[in-house]
């Protein structure tokens, strides 16, 4: 992440320690760092729910398989025929 000062120009204010200006900056600072911290976990996140997601759809996949290795493929698509009838 990066750690540079945002606004580095508020310390050359004549005078701005006498001001709340310093003290805003860091906190416009903090709230942006956050922001990026925030964005980095959601990206994690995403990749670990498409990861997941793609585990579903294989197991998914296998389960159907193993299906019709037990029934004949039509037993099992008339099966979800009537699971999810067309709309």
């Given amino acids: ?15 701005v320690g006498k001001t ?6 860091d906190t416009i600072q903090e709230l942006s760092r956050q922001a990026a911290e925030a964005t980095h976990n959601a990206q994690i ?4 729910a498409k990861e997941l997601r793609e585990r579903a759809s294989l197991a ?12 004949s493929a039509d037993t099992v698509e008339k099966a979800k025929n009537l699971a999810n009838p067309p709309r």
């Fill in 20 to 25: 709340d200006l310093q003290q805003r900056r």
């Fill in 45 to 48: 996140l995403v990749r670990k």
């Fill in 60 to 71: 998914a996949c296998t389960l159907e398989g193993d299906a019709k290795g037990k029934f």
């Fill in 1 to 15: 992440m990066n750690h540079q000062l945002i606004m580095p120009w508020i310390d050359l204010l004549p005078g």
